[in-house]
């Protein structure tokens, strides 16, 4: 049984990287169970009442963090989770471990297949990623936080930095965080694909964050030596566990960046996604162990 979720404010914490301050906005404290940017991203539906509703659909990976938010989020709501997958590995189905664990202990089945066409009444569709105009609920009140430490702190200028997939996340943050910068980088697609994630929620480009990218191309879920050797770095230099998904990534593009505002304190978001690193910290550790 889950215990129950508390949704506090998180922790912003400060730290020194490669020589340089940066402060964390700590998502992945938010709840054990329920955390980072997906645990924003659902909050509108963990608050609200679906008396009609019995069943939970959505889609992605065989390890997305989405697909174990939702989990969590559809167990505490007494809901059926159906969940759609192109291409269910052999190697997982039998060794089960991380998001895809996770999420079958939660109660999730799981379909190797497209989600269904019609969604019936009793049913909550929510898009692979969380890419939704609900995510703005949960988004806005992260937005919130981040303005009341500002003023706290006496920051009158602030650059906010997050890794995106969908993009969610950093397009409302910058909606609602307008005297800001809100700086991206795409991590699933290219600077397009993000540009048009964006679109698809906002067409007003004025309210789309920054999107900054490496100067070589970036394949998602790709072992790059580069992404391993930042995250052991994080890990020595803050003792703060970082995804290895995302925020490898996100760290290498902020650090060749990090002289953009130079007169701006830089606020990184801390997503979770921390389970998934029982699925990826042993593939790293496989094809990388001279640098163990």
């Not at 706290?152 to 650059?159: D, G, P, V, Y």
Request: net charge positive; with cysteine; hydrophobic share 35%.
């Amino acid at each position: 049984m889950l215990e129950e979720i508390n949704f506090n404010r998180s922790s912003v914490t400060q730290i020194v990287f490669e020589g340089h301050s940066f402060f964390i906005k700590r998502d992945d404290l938010i709840d054990k169970n329920f955390s980072g940017n997906k645990a924003r991203k659902f909050y509108y539906y963990l608050k609200n009442n679906f008396s009609f509703i019995d069943t939970l659909v959505s889609y992605g990976s065989s390890q997305s963090n989405a697909m174990y938010s939702l989990s969590v989020l559809a167990k505490k709501k007494g809901w059926k989770f159906n969940y759609y997958v192109e291409h269910l590995p052999s190697y997982l189905y039998n060794n089960p471990h991380g998001n895809y664990l996770g999420a079958l202990n939660n109660g999730m089945n799981i379909f190797e297949a497209s989600p269904p066409q019609i969604i019936e009444k009793n049913m909550l569709f929510i898009e692979e990623g969380g890419r939704q105009e609900e995510a703005k609920f949960g988004i806005k009140l992260l937005a919130k936080e981040i303005e009341v430490w500002q003023e706290e702190k006496n920051l009158k200028s602030l650059s906010i930095f997050l890794p995106s997939g969908t993009g969610t996340t950093a397009l409302f943050l910058q909606k609602y965080l307008p005297n800001n910068q809100v700086y991206t980088t795409p991590c699933v697609g290219d600077k397009a694909y993000l540009s048009k994630q964006f679109s698809l929620l906002e067409k007003e480009i004025k309210y789309h964050p920054t999107i900054l990218t490496l100067e070589k191309k970036h394949h998602f879920g790709k072992l790059y030596r580069q992404n391993y050797e930042i995250w052991l770095k994080l890990h020595k230099q803050t003792e703060i566990a970082f995804d290895l998904l995302y925020d490898p990534l996100g760290w290498r593009v902020l650090l060749e960046h990090k002289e953009r505002d130079k007169n701006s304190a830089i606020l990184y978001i801390h997503q979770g996604g921390i389970l998934g690193n029982e699925s990826m910290l042993p593939r790293y550790q496989r094809k990388y162990k001279d640098m163990e």
